[in-house]
């Protein structure tokens, strides 16, 4: 689909800016939102682009720059802390060789920490992508990474 | 229900598909019916059971058999012996020492209203509901009950907002009823992004016909003719459920135009969020939904008032509204034989950290803290000793061993300086940091501020960096000072209550653990803090 027929699904009403805005992030390969897209939904639903802008840096599950194929997110809330989530972290430096907020070389992974997850009874916890990795050891880490480089 | 012999509840949520439910699933399938089980056995794809941590959990009912960890292959085996020779598999079966492989006792000690169908019934199937009294009272509403009359039922239950300020809910209904004529909203938050806090998840995912009943008798009591329901948009399973949902409902007229025949109409709308813990507080939620950054507003006015598009709106917490439905079906007075005088009802709390059956359970208000943390949490994981409790999430209160005493109620909790907010209980023990924890809640809160006031965005800044040099084993005693001095200022100065919250889990830390914090102080080294430090992004 193209995203002038996405937008035609969406009424051209200000409070629609947030679904439309999942809906185009979600079509780019990079899981990211490209300027046009901004200017799209700006125009579409007759707002100013700052407007626009305003909201899309307001929220976590939005990205103004590329991302890797996947999307690393380990949560750092407390209950996730306790449980051990800093040596998942260190873990998931060393497999990917990045540092919180970057991407791997070859494009496939980006590692972000994300505030709790609602998945706290398998704490320590992350989602790669929209799959949710839980009872996290070091090991656990690393075995999850592999499965993501060798295409699942 | 279906009438069959035997049913076996397979539990279906988001982390028994992390350990593989949909291969189980199958193989279970498959294996009864090449053992010809078919017609006697029917399988049944339930919500969360209400055991976490232990992979894949099926029940096989009416024997009550619990089973934990199942694999495909286990799977085939309990067919083959258990649904078609009657015996147990006892290798799979939860230990006797766990509460729900007594399911009995584990419900006598439980009082389930708000999960009374979760892991019961399959909540993909409306039948389900309505066989075990759903929509019952929103059929009565509509055709036999007057608006006000439902608000005074309400009003008479005394039932709280369970998203953790414990506002009366008939007073709130009452205030959008008697706001002057024209059009206004019902919104539920299911924006559950509390730490440590997934109840709401769960009644999403394992009965979401009874959040949607509670929405419409709210929209039918203030004549509201449109529900939205904001649910944090990391929840991709309770999404695609309550969808289903209404879909389901609008079909058999029970949501949608002319509900039950009657001249009201009642239409819900899901509206996914997009990541931010600021919105679930009520006016930046409405922001948010108008499609705008979620900064909270400036009250008054209040949402009874000015809310979404600037029309009087009814906010109310998944579990309160899920609490509607019996409450009309069953009066007020049945509601107020539960809890306690001020705070009638029961609330939902999940109980997480270093217990042996960490999980989701529903008590009466009034119950204490110890008959959570050892009844049924089942007690510290073995040779573990309690250190304390973090109960309400983030934005809650450290409590010490010498409060497990401590009344679970709005009211109780508040003559302790402490709060039920969500109603996470965090079970910690000898070997957590309670400093270690306290700087994770401060990260939290740094992160997730929303920037627009001065206090909460400089504050939780400020606080973090204290933290960093605490936490490093160079600061001294005024450190601590100026941590108090900073919360207190956010309490009194902050716009919302993300700011004002703060000031909870610090003073209630350093009151409750003064000596483990004290030995952080002038140089002192305490390994999990400088692992901590070690490990934090560089920025």
């Given at each position: 689909?193209?995203?002038?027929?996405?937008?035609?699904?969406?009424?051209?009403?200000?409070?629609?800016?947030l679904a439309?805005?999942h809906?185009?992030?979600?079509?780019?390969?990079?899981?990211?939102?490209?300027?046009?897209?901004?200017?799209?939904?700006?125009?579409?639903?007759?707002?100013?682009?700052?407007?626009?802008?305003?909201?899309?840096?307001?929220y976590s599950m939005?990205?103004?720059?590329?991302?890797?194929?996947?999307?690393?997110r380990?949560c750092?809330?407390?209950?996730?802390?306790?449980?051990?989530?800093?040596?998942?972290?260190?873990?998931?430096?060393?497999?990917?060789?990045?540092?919180?907020?970057?991407?791997?070389?070859?494009?496939?992974?980006?590692?972000?920490?994300t505030s709790c997850l609602g998945a706290c009874g398998v704490?320590?916890v992350?989602m790669?992508d929209d799959e949710v990795?839980g009872?996290?050891?070091?090991?656990?880490?690393?075995?999850?990474?592999?499965?993501?480089?060798?295409?699942? | 229900?279906?009438?069959?012999?035997?049913?076996?509840?397979?539990?279906v949520d988001d982390e028994a598909r992390l350990?593989?439910?949909?291969?189980?699933?199958?193989?279970?399938?498959?294996?009864?019916?090449?053992?010809?089980?078919?017609?006697?056995?029917?399988?049944?794809?339930?919500g969360p059971?209400?055991?976490?941590?232990?992979?894949?959990?099926?029940?096989?009912?009416?024997?009550?058999?619990?089973?934990?960890?199942?694999?495909?292959?286990?799977?085939?085996?309990?067919?083959?012996?258990?649904?078609?020779?009657?015996?147990?598999?006892?290798?799979?079966?939860?230990?006797?020492?766990?509460?729900?492989?007594?399911?009995?006792?584990?419900?006598?000690?439980?009082?389930?209203?708000?999960?009374?169908?979760c892991?019961?019934?399959?909540p993909?199937?409306?039948?389900?509901?309505?066989?075990?009294?759903?929509?019952?009272?929103?059929?009565?509403?509509?055709?036999?009950?007057?608006?006000?009359?439902?608000?005074?039922?309400?009003?008479?239950?005394?039932?709280?907002?369970?998203?953790?300020?414990?506002?009366?809910?008939?007073?709130?209904?009452?205030?959008?009823?008697?706001?002057?004529?024209?059009?206004?909203?019902?919104?539920c938050n299911a924006d559950e992004g509390e730490p440590?806090t997934f109840k709401d998840r769960l009644i999403l995912e394992g009965d979401p016909?009874?959040l949607?009943?509670?929405?419409?008798?709210?929209?039918?009591?203030?004549?509201?003719?449109?529900?939205i329901l904001y649910i944090r948009g990391e929840y991709a399973l309770s999404i695609a459920r309550v969808r289903k949902a209404i879909?389901?409902?609008?079909?058999?007229?029970?949501?949608?135009?002319?509900?039950?025949?009657?001249?009201?109409?009642?239409?819900?709308?899901v509206r996914p969020g997009a990541g931010a813990y600021?919105c679930g507080?009520?006016?930046?939620l409405?922001?948010s939904?108008?499609?705008?950054?979620?900064?909270?507003?400036?009250?008054?006015?209040?949402?009874?008032?000015?809310?979404?598009?600037?029309?009087?709106?009814?906010?109310?917490n998944v579990e309160?509204?899920a609490?509607?439905?019996?409450?009309?079906?069953?009066?007020?007075?049945?509601?107020?034989?539960?809890?306690?005088?001020?705070?009638?009802?029961?609330?939902?709390?999940t109980?997480?950290?270093?217990?042996?059956?960490?999980?989701l359970?529903?008590?009466?208000?009034?119950?204490?803290?110890?008959?959570?943390?050892?009844?049924?949490?089942?007690?510290?994981?073995?040779?573990?000793?309690?250190?304390?409790?973090?109960?309400?999430?983030?934005?809650?209160?450290?409590?010490?061993?010498?409060?497990?005493?401590?009344?679970?109620?709005?009211?109780?909790?508040?003559?302790?300086?402490?709060?039920?907010?969500s109603?996470?209980?965090?079970?910690?023990?000898?070997?957590?940091?309670?400093?270690?924890?306290?700087?994770?809640?401060?990260?939290?809160?740094?992160?997730?501020?929303?920037?627009?006031?001065?206090?909460?965005?400089?504050?939780?800044?400020?606080?973090?960096?204290?933290?960093?040099?605490?936490?490093?084993?160079?600061?001294?005693?005024?450190?601590?000072?100026?941590?108090?001095?900073?919360?207190?200022?956010?309490?009194?100065?902050?716009?919302?209550?993300?700011?004002?919250?703060?000031?909870?889990?610090?003073?209630?830390?350093?009151?409750?653990?003064?000596?483990?914090?004290?030995?952080?102080?002038?140089?002192?080294?305490?390994?999990?803090?400088?692992?901590?430090?070690?490990?934090?992004?560089?920025?």
């Amino acid at each position: 689909m193209t995203k002038e027929a996405v937008l035609a699904r969406y009424p051209p009403a200000p409070e629609v800016l947030l679904a439309l805005l999942h809906e185009l992030q979600g079509m780019n390969p990079g899981q990211y939102l490209l300027p046009e897209d901004l200017e799209l939904a700006a125009r579409h639903l007759g707002l100013p682009l700052s407007r626009v802008r305003d909201a899309v840096t307001f929220y976590s599950m939005f990205s103004l720059r590329p991302r890797g194929r996947h999307v690393v997110r380990l949560c750092a809330s407390p209950h996730c802390h306790v449980a051990g989530a800093w040596s998942a972290l260190d873990e998931l430096r060393r497999v990917l060789g990045v540092e919180v907020g970057e991407t791997t070389a070859d494009g496939l992974f980006t590692l972000e920490l994300t505030s709790c997850l609602g998945a706290c009874g398998v704490a320590p916890v992350m989602m790669i992508d929209d799959e949710v990795v839980g009872n996290l050891t070091p090991a656990k880490v690393a075995a999850a990474v592999a499965r993501y480089r060798e295409g699942r | 229900m279906t009438l069959a012999r035997v049913h076996v509840l397979v539990g279906v949520d988001d982390e028994a598909r992390l350990a593989g439910v949909d291969a189980v699933l199958s193989a279970l399938r498959a294996a009864v019916a090449e053992l010809g089980l078919s017609g006697e056995v029917q399988v049944v794809e339930t919500g969360p059971l209400g055991i976490s941590g232990r992979g894949v959990v099926i029940a096989v009912q009416p024997d009550g058999v619990y089973y934990a960890g199942v694999t495909p292959a286990d799977a085939r085996e309990i067919a083959a012996e258990h649904l078609l020779k009657g015996r147990p598999v006892a290798r799979l079966r939860l230990p006797a020492a766990a509460p729900v492989a007594r399911p009995g006792e584990l419900l006598a000690r439980q009082t389930r209203v708000v999960l009374a169908n979760c892991g019961v019934i399959d909540p993909e199937r409306i039948e389900e509901y309505i066989a075990l009294g759903g929509y019952e009272a929103l059929g009565r509403a509509v055709t036999e009950l007057r608006p006000e009359d439902v608000i005074e039922v309400v009003k008479r239950s005394g039932l709280r907002g369970r998203g953790g300020a414990g506002f009366p809910t008939g007073i709130k209904w009452a205030a959008v009823r008697n706001a002057p004529p024209g059009e206004r909203y019902v919104v539920c938050n299911a924006d559950e992004g509390e730490p440590g806090t997934f109840k709401d998840r769960l009644i999403l995912e394992g009965d979401p016909h009874k959040l949607l009943e509670g929405m419409a008798l709210a929209g039918y009591a203030v004549g509201a003719h449109l529900g939205i329901l904001y649910i944090r948009g990391e929840y991709a399973l309770s999404i695609a459920r309550v969808r289903k949902a209404i879909a389901d409902a609008e079909a058999v007229g029970i949501l949608g135009e002319r509900v039950f025949d009657t001249d009201f109409s009642f239409r819900v709308e899901v509206r996914p969020g997009a990541g931010a813990y600021v919105c679930g507080e009520e006016t930046a939620l409405l922001e948010s939904l108008e499609g705008k950054r979620g900064w909270p507003r400036i009250r008054p006015p209040y949402p009874v008032t000015a809310g979404l598009w600037g029309k009087p709106t009814v906010v109310n917490n998944v579990e309160t509204l899920a609490n509607v439905p019996d409450i009309v079906r069953r009066g007020p007075d049945w509601y107020r034989t539960l809890g306690t005088p001020t705070c009638p009802g029961t609330k939902v709390y999940t109980i997480l950290g270093s217990v042996r059956y960490p999980g989701l359970v529903e008590v009466e208000m009034g119950t204490p803290l110890r008959v959570l943390v050892y009844e049924l949490g089942g007690g510290l994981l073995p040779g573990r000793a309690l250190k304390g409790v973090l109960i309400g999430g983030a934005a809650g209160a450290f409590l010490p061993p010498g409060e497990l005493d401590a009344r679970l109620d709005f009211d109780s909790l508040g003559e302790r300086g402490a709060a039920l907010g969500s109603g996470a209980v965090l079970v910690m023990d000898e070997r957590t940091c309670v400093v270690d924890t306290l700087g994770s809640v401060l990260r939290f809160f740094h992160h997730e501020s929303c920037g627009q006031c001065v206090p909460c965005r400089s504050g939780t800044d400020v606080l973090v960096r204290l933290m960093v040099r605490l936490q490093g084993g160079g600061a001294s005693r005024s450190v601590l000072e100026q941590m108090v001095a900073i919360v207190d200022a956010m309490r009194a100065a902050s716009l919302c209550p993300l700011g004002q919250s703060v000031a909870l889990p610090v003073r209630t830390a350093l009151a409750g653990f003064a000596e483990e914090f004290a030995s952080h102080l002038d140089g002192g080294s305490c390994p999990q803090c400088q692992a901590t430090v070690r490990a934090l992004p560089k920025k």
